[in-house]
């Protein structure tokens, strides 16, 4: 199966920064079939994007998605304060699907 | 628009089996693809296996030989049964929903914490 790796694990900045998280991949990802989930505490994920760089429904467009092969990026143009949560990438190239283990953007 | 509800007990023993219920409400089951995810503590989320409303199974291979999910697609609800448990399938179990047999999912619940202890 497919191992993803996120960094950093935790991410410590300021609202209206940038955030840069980071997914790579142990092999590369079918057809860049890489999601990113936000989730915070006591509520249900929320898909962000889908295939690498495609917003899902109702995402602001300050959250982008990018990378191909084994190295993606998600990156947040400006943090608002409803942004810092944990944030999951996942691979559906292959499977079984594969989540990474997470990156926490916490306030600096 | 959908939401998804886990039910089920919060405490299981050791080697018996753990069941959870996912209920699916504003709208139809047969629309998506339905999946079992867990995250035990302090390790990262793992998918279990996924349903479709014609009974097509898909598991994680890690998990197959313990695990059934189910449809009944009259109740609009679908369930998980894992057989076997032991601590280390202590986990927040989560439902969730998505537009293919291996895809992303757009759809989740709020989770429900499953504790297998004595």
């Known amino acids: 199966e497919i191992v993803l790796t996120q960094s950093p694990g935790t991410l410590s900045l300021s609202p209206g920064e940038r955030a840069t998280l980071s997914c790579r991949a142990s092999?590369?990802?079918?057809?860049?079939?890489l999601a990113w989930y936000q989730h915070k505490p006591g509520q249900a994920p929320r898909l962000l994007i889908y295939?690498?760089?495609n917003r899902a429904t109702g995402i602001p467009d300050r959250f982008s998605g990018s990378g191909s092969g084994t190295d993606f990026i998600l990156t947040i143009s400006r943090l608002e304060p409803e942004d810092f949560a944990l944030y999951y990438c996942?691979?559906?190239?292959?499977?079984?699907?594969?989540f990474g283990q997470g990156t926490k953007v916490e306030i600096k | 628009q959908v939401q998804l509800q886990e039910s089920g007990p919060g405490l299981v023993k050791p080697s018996e089996t753990l069941s959870l219920t996912c209920s699916v409400s504003?709208?139809?089951?047969?629309?998506?693809?339905w999946s079992w995810i867990r995250q035990s503590p302090g390790k990262g989320l793992e998918w279990i296996g996924c349903i479709y409303y014609t009974g097509t199974t898909n598991y994680n291979p890690s998990l197959q030989s313990r695990v059934t999910i189910s449809v009944d697609t009259s109740k609009t609800h679908f369930s998980l049964k894992l057989t076997s448990v032991t601590a280390a399938d202590t986990a927040v179990y989560y439902c969730a929903g998505g537009p293919g047999i291996n895809w992303y999912f757009d759809l989740w619940g709020r989770g429900t914490l499953v504790t297998v202890s004595s």
């Open positions: 504003g709208g139809s089951i047969s629309s998506y693809y």
């Open positions: 996942q691979q559906y190239g292959s499977s079984p699907r594969t």
């Open positions: 092999q590369s990802v079918s057809r860049n079939y």
């Open positions: 295939g690498a760089s």
